[in-house]
């Protein structure tokens, strides 16, 4: 069994920068590879971010390349997704995901068997 809590969204202006964090809990986390997914209203869930279980692979959404960063620290079984010149098309629920254990590099959605509840992130204008 495996607990993700997310922190760290928020309110904040265009430019601005966040920094979520997730909270895992589990013996398996570190088995995982790990992703942020985000859903904006009216819109289909779409992955932000990933990052390999010992965080040596990362891929980014084509919109998050160059102003977000995706890490972890294993020892701490925390998440992060360093959000930089947010836009307000950044704004969105922002989920912390698990991948199963020995599933596929970037496999889909149903890949990801554990979810946090979400952080809300609202950029104005």
């Known amino acids: 069994q495996v607990t993700l809590v997310e922190s760290g969204g928020g309110l904040m202006q265009a430019g601005g920068s966040l920094r979520l964090s997730c909270a895992a809990s589990?013996?398996?986390?570190?088995?995982?590879?790990m992703a942020w997914f985000r859903q904006a209203p009216g819109k289909e869930r779409e992955v932000v971010a990933v990052?390999?279980?010992?965080?040596?692979?990362?891929y980014y959404q084509d919109s998050a390349k160059g102003r977000f960063t995706i890490s972890r620290d294993n020892a701490k079984s925390t998440v992060y997704l360093q959000m930089n010149s947010l836009k307000p098309e950044d704004t969105a629920v922002y989920y912390c995901a698990a991948a199963k254990v020995g599933s596929t590099w970037l496999g889909p959605s149903n890949e990801y068997d554990y979810w946090g509840q979400g952080t809300q992130v609202t950029v104005s204008s």
């Open positions: 589990g013996r398996t986390v570190g088995s995982r590879a």
């Open positions: 990052i390999s279980r010992l965080g040596f692979r990362t």
